[in-house]
């Protein structure tokens, strides 16, 4: 079974930056074929995308709520990919997500069509 374990999540003030990692549970020769994304989830709300890489590495996606943001990157050597949050603000709030499909595509995977999730990373906001 895959793991998908998100790191980084914590308490930031209003246009304060934060970094989340989420490393996967498979070597590189696997991982290269996992198009990766963020979800967050709020208090009372479904989960929701943020955004999403490509497996290729070519294609991003982002929420327009993030986009200009927010960066999404992947790293193969380590499994692991990596959402950039800046000037962060306090409906960012949530608990932050990884999610990974098989060569799948960005839409696809935004849309909640996932193999694996992750248990989730908490980012709180103040204001």
């Known amino acids: 079974q895959v793991r998908l374990v998100e790191s980084g999540g914590g308490l930031v003030r209003a246009g304060e930056s934060l970094s989340l990692t989420c490393t996967a549970s498979?070597?590189?020769?696997?991982?290269?074929?996992?198009?990766m994304a963020w979800f967050r989830r709020t208090h009372g709300k479904e989960r929701a995308p943020v955004a999403a890489?490509?497996?290729?590495?070519?294609?991003?996606s982002y929420d327009d709520s993030v986009r200009g943001r927010f960066s999404i990157s992947r790293h193969d050597e380590g499994s692991t990919v990596t959402l950039q949050m800046n000037d962060l603000k306090p409906e960012d709030t949530a608990v932050y997500i990884c999610?990974?499909?098989?060569?799948?595509?960005?839409?696809?995977?935004?849309?909640?069509?996932?193999?694996?999730w992750g248990r989730g990373t908490q980012v709180t906001v103040s204001s």
């Open positions: 999610a990974a499909r098989v060569r799948g595509a960005v839409g696809d995977v935004l849309s909640g069509t996932v193999d694996y």
């Open positions: 498979v070597p590189k020769s696997a991982f290269t074929y996992y198009t």
């Open positions: 890489v490509s497996w290729t590495g070519v294609t991003t």
